[in-house]
Nanobody, 119 residues
Framework: VQLQASGGGLVQAGGSLGLSCAAL????????MGWYRQAPGKQRELVAT???????NYEDSVKGRFTISRDNAKNTVYLQMNSLKPEDTAVYYC??????????????WGKGTLVTVSS
């Protein structure tokens, strides 16, 4: 199983950017999916998560600005980021709790995509 993220880039403060992350491979089921980020010199932190049923959870600083969603048919999770701030600059990582035919559920991580917000 691989998680392939895309959509990062450079955007001005106040702008918007969308990220997507597709889980690829022989997947039986996906439970939770999420986005995390790691800013320079800081620890990785939760941004948002979404369950298979669509329940969401957000880190306080992104509430009202970011929206996580998923397409279960495509095994893909999305993160729409609006009203971006310079402090949102970070490498964004997606993860997913995946079960395959031969491997019980475990958490997989994408390689990360850089989001840079200029002031």
């Amino acid at each position: 199983v691989q998680l392939q993220a895309s959509g990062g880039g450079l955007v001005q403060a106040g702008g918007s950017l969308g990220l997507s992350c597709a889980a690829l491979g022989s997947i039986f089921s996906i439970n939770g999916m999420g986005w995390y980020r790691q800013a320079p010199g800081k620890q990785r932190e939760l941004v948002a998560t979404i369950t298979s049923g669509g329940s969401t959870n957000y880190e306080d600083s992104v509430k009202g600005r970011f929206t996580i969603s998923r397409d279960n048919a495509k095994n893909t999770v999305y993160l729409q980021m609006n009203s971006l701030k310079p402090e949102d600059t970070a490498v964004y990582y997606c993860n997913a709790d995946v079960s395959t035919r031969f491997v019980a559920q475990r958490t997989y991580w994408g390689k990360g995509t850089l989001v840079t917000v200029s002031s």
